[in-house]
Nanobody, 127 residues
C-alpha cells in the first residue's frame, strides 16, 4: 500500500529556511511523477514543484530560485529545500505521487491525476 509521509514543517521568520521531507513507501521514483503542492487558508491548492521519473524538476514561478527539490533514491525520500522564505509561503504543504505518469510539469498533469497524497505538513513564515 502506497504511503507518503511528510515531515519538516515548522515556523520560521521571513528569510529563513526549512527542508521538507516526503518518505515514499511502496512507491518507487521510477513509478511516476512526484510533486509538492501547497494550500494557504482561503486559497486553492497550487503546485509548487514537480519532478518526473528522469529527475527533471519544474518549479512554480513564485518559488524559482528559492526552492529546490531533490530525491534520495536509497532512502526513497523526496526533499524540498526552501530558502529565503516569505510570509506568502505560509501554507500546508503536501507531497503527492502520480503513478504511471512519467513526464510532468508543475501544472501538468492536473492535481486529480495525482493518486497518492501525504497528510501534509504546515509551514508558517512570519514577517
Amino acid at each position: 500500500q502506497v504511503q507518503l509521509v511528510e515531515s519538516g514543517g515548522g515556523s520560521v521568520q521571513a528569510g529563513g529556511s526549512l527542508t521538507l521531507s516526503c518518505a515514499a513507501h511502496e512507491f518507487a521514483f521510477s513509478s511516476g511523477c512526484m510533486a509538492w503542492f501547497r494550500q494557504a487558508p482561503g486559497k486553492e491548492r497550487e503546485g509548487v514543484v514537480s519532478v518526473d521519473t528522469s529527475g527533471s524538476p519544474s518549479y512554480a514561478d513564485s518559488v524559482k530560485g528559492r526552492f529546490t527539490i531533490s530525491r534520495d533514491n536509497a532512502k526513497n525520500t523526496l526533499y524540498l529545500q526552501m530558502n529565503s522564505l516569505k510570509p506568502e509561503d505560509t501554507a500546508m504543504y503536501y507531497c503527492a505521487a502520480a503513478g504511471a505518469i512519467f513526464w510532468c510539469s508543475v501544472t501538468d498533469p492536473p492535481q486529480y491525476e495525482y493518486n497518492y497524497w501525504g497528510q501534509g505538513t504546515q509551514v508558517t513564515v512570519s514577517s
